[in-house]
Structures are given as C-alpha cells and as structure tokens.
C-alpha cells in the first residue's frame, strides 16, 4: 500500500470517528486500533492538511473587528468562513459560552 493509500484510509478512519460521537479511545476500542496509531495519523493528517481543513481549537484565529460593532460596547461577534456566527452579550454565561464552543469543536472527548 502506497503512502496515499495509507493517508487515504485514515482519513476515513477519523472522519468515520468524528461522526461516530465516540471520543478517540473509545472509538478506538470499539474498531480494535491501536490509540497510538490513531493519534500519530490524526496529528500526521492535520499538519499536512491545507489551512483551512487544519483549524484545531488550539490554533489562533486572526479577529477583525466588524465596522457596525466598533465602539458600540455590545460585546463580541465572532464569523467564521461566512459558515458560522457566534455573538456574545457583555454579560454572557461562561459555562454556557463553553458548552456551545464544545459543541461547535465538535468535541469528541465527552
């Protein structure tokens, strides 16, 4: 099998656990693979991914403030590739605020 192959078919393996909702170990278990190797082509298949495929929670994203919103004391407004919008109140809920950024990581370690 072929390098591309191999990448190929990891990345089917981590977009079927992505879906699955199962976090990393369990679904691991569940399929009988080995952790380690799964972890290694999750960090492989990320670094190697294009910029905009590659996004992880513990990257920095660049925020520009909108125009509408300078000066306005409104709290903050986040958009993100035209796909996702989130604002938050100046006096928003924090275990709220992380319970939504969970759910939009798409966290899998529940």
């Given at each position: ?8 078919q990891?990345?089917a ?21 080995r ?5 290694w082509?999750k ?12 996004a ?16 306005t ?33 798409g966290?899998?370690?529940?």
């Amino acid at each position: 099998m072929t390098r591309a192959e191999k990448a190929a078919q990891w990345q089917a393996v981590l977009r079927q656990q992505s879906e699955s909702g199962l976090s990393g170990a369990a679904f691991c278990r569940q399929q009988s693979i080995r952790i380690k190797n799964f972890r290694w082509w999750k960090r492989r298949l990320r670094t190697t991914a294009g910029p905009a495929q590659s996004a992880t929670p513990r990257e920095f994203v660049e925020l520009k403030p909108s125009r509408w919103l300078v000066g306005t004391g409104s709290g903050v407004s986040i958009h993100i590739d035209g796909r996702l919008s989130l604002q938050v109140d100046r006096d928003f809920d924090a275990a709220t605020l992380r319970a939504v950024l969970a759910a939009v990581r798409g966290d899998a370690e529940r």
